[in-house]
């Protein structure tokens, strides 16, 4: 009994590595609600496949009380699991978990959120637990939208939108040296008119689009510690970045670009700009509300925008930032005085 015992327990298939990413989750708030954005990295160490079956929440206040819990699992006809793709993991590989959790009332005050993660390998049920403190953020830079009128917020990050859904675990990202999401928080940005259509006519010109070399503004002062003016501009239907470029260049993802440095460990990120436009050289200092450019069509892209991200730092690998612009309503809200969150799908008046 005593050698059988021995042999299963070293048979026993080891206990997946679970790690939140970014390190610090911040909170964004918006009304009743409360966002968390942050992904989940799952590595399997062991010699057997794992499958993950099972993401349960339990949240406490600052008092200890559990205040609210979530489950997502394999029960019932169509279960609510089967939403989780990349759930199969193989030996000695890694798979991302984007949180299923991401949005809570907002009255709750969090102060740990402990994740129950249920893996299963052949028989054997094993569970791996991380504990995330979130903290409250708002950016110490006074924000502006960088582009001025009629503007569609056409991919934000909310928990579909793609600027959040970095594979943080993919080949390409470690060949670029990326281990963290600078456009967690990221927008694109186009001027849409009174039916919110992003061009005119069939949109297959350049300059069909609305947005198409619209003046961007700086959304703050700062100085300027990185820009690119030279990325050629594409034309609807044809665009191309070549991987070697992206391989040995990895900013000219944003085609051409400003980052400009707020103080207080913030940066914006302004991207896609026409080649030829972009005025300010590194070290040159800006006001808010300056003009900087024009939107163009370069780097990684697929229609006529302006890409926006408030993040950490100024290079490719950076962690973003929630950003919040003041002199923005959204349609359908009254004015207001505070500064305005928006995500993918708002259409927002900004001055």
Known sequence: ??????????????????TIRPDTVLVE??????????????????????????VRLEARDAAGRVVVRRFIDGSGFSPSIATVPGRVVAPGASAIVYNPFHTLPGRLRLAALRYD????????????????????FRPATALALPLAGSILVFDGHDFYGHHRRWDLTHPVMKLIGVTRNAG???????????????????GKRNADWLAWEAPVRAPAAGTVVAAANDQPDYEIGRTRLDERTVL?????????????????????????????????????????????????????????HLHYELRRGAGIDADGLPSYFRGVRRAGDRASRTPVRIDSGDIVESR
């Open 248 to 304: 040995q260049s990895p900013m000219l993802l944003y085609g051409n670009y400003v980052v400009i440095d707020h103080g207080n460990g913030e940066f914006s990120m302004l991207a896609h700009m026409r080649q030829g436009s972009v005025t300010p050289k590194p070290g040159t200092r800006v006001h808010a509300g300056e003009t900087i450019g024009r939107v163009g069509f370069s780097g990684a892209v697929y229609t006529i």
């Open 29 to 54: 708030r918006d009304g009743d609600s409360q966002y968390l954005n942050f992904d989940i990295v799952v590595r399997n160490g062991g010699a057997d496949t794992v499958t993950l079956n099972a």
């Open 117 to 136: 993660f249920e893996f299963s390998a052949g028989d054997t049920t094993v569970t791996a637990t991380a504990t995330v403190r979130p903290v409250e």
């Open 184 to 202: 967690r928080y990221a927008y694109d940005l186009a001027h849409a008119d009174r039916e919110g259509r992003m061009f005119r006519t069939d």
């Open 1 to 18: 009994m005593l050698l059988l015992a021995l042999l299963v327990q070293v048979q026993a298939p080891a206990v997946p590595v679970v």
